[in-house]
């Protein structure tokens, strides 16, 4: 059974700081990774996804990439308030995502 | 998240009834997921279709739910004899046919069972 595993959290930063989030999954035959955030009550956005190895920017957020180790993280620099909200892995695997259950991101002002 | 659409955004219903909700894709897109969420746990994949075609329904309950997507108009998640448990929020995604396999979420469908 493929699974993805993250840190529940919650994790608390200070504004300003880089906010680091994990994952890890179990099939390493997976090709397709995706960050999601969620806000409460709210449906997931599509942040970030990132096929190859190494790391992909867009803005504020650096998605890294490690199939050997098989996991994948997200960076968030200069996290603001707005940024609080729980994070989302997912990996494509035949015709299912499989989400991670999420970590919780608390950025302080 | 812009473009699928899903309704109703609440529903209520006791314990016993039947629950339809339902799901248009983005303009473009043909395949369908829909997922459920209950508190405070993770997205679980529950269907993935296509246009008259169920793909893969290896995460639906056995019982009492059903999933559709017509020719014309809207997915259907159909949940009979609903039970407190079935109590979730529900989220439909959709996606392109060809390109890159992303999936986008509707806003959800609260269901909330009395």
Redesign the interface.
Same mark, same amino acid.
């Given at each position: 059974q493929k699974e993805v595993e993250q840190n529940s959290g919650p994790l608390s930063v200070p504004e300003g700081a880089i906010a680091s989030l994990n994952c890890t999954y179990s099939d390493r035959g997976s090709q #397709?990774f995706?960050w999601?955030r969620q806000y409460s009550g709210? #449906?997931?956005?599509?942040i970030m =996804?990132i096929y190859s190895n190494g790391d992909k920017e867009d803005g504020r957020f650096t998605a890294q990439l490690n199939k050997a180790s098989q996991y994948v993280s997200l960076l968030i620099r200069d996290s603001q308030p707005s940024d609080s909200a729980t994070y989302?892995c997912a990996v494509?695997g !035949?015709?299912? =995502?499989? =989400? !991670?259950? !999420?970590t919780s991101l608390t950025v302080i002002p | 998240n812009a473009g699928v659409m899903q309704n109703p955004r609440h529903l209520v219903r006791r314990r016993g009834q039947e629950a339809r909700l339902r799901c248009s894709p983005m303009k473009g897109h043909s395949h369908v997921y829909w997922y459920r969420q209950l508190p405070e746990e993770g997205l679980k994949f529950m269907v993935y279709l296509q246009k008259e075609n169920i793909i893969d329904e290896s995460g639906m309950p056995k019982e009492r739910f059903s999933a559709e997507f017509p020719k014309e108009g809207p997915s259907i998640l159909r949940i009979q004899q609903v039970v407190r448990g079935d109590s979730a929020a529900y989220f439909c995604a959709s996606s392109p046919p060809t390109g890159a396999f992303t999936i986008y979420f509707g806003e959800g469908s609260w269901l909330t069972v009395v």
């Open positions: #397709s995706f999601y709210k #449906s997931p956005e599509l =996804f989302l494509l !035949g015709n299912q =995502f499989y =989400f !991670g259950t !999420g | -």
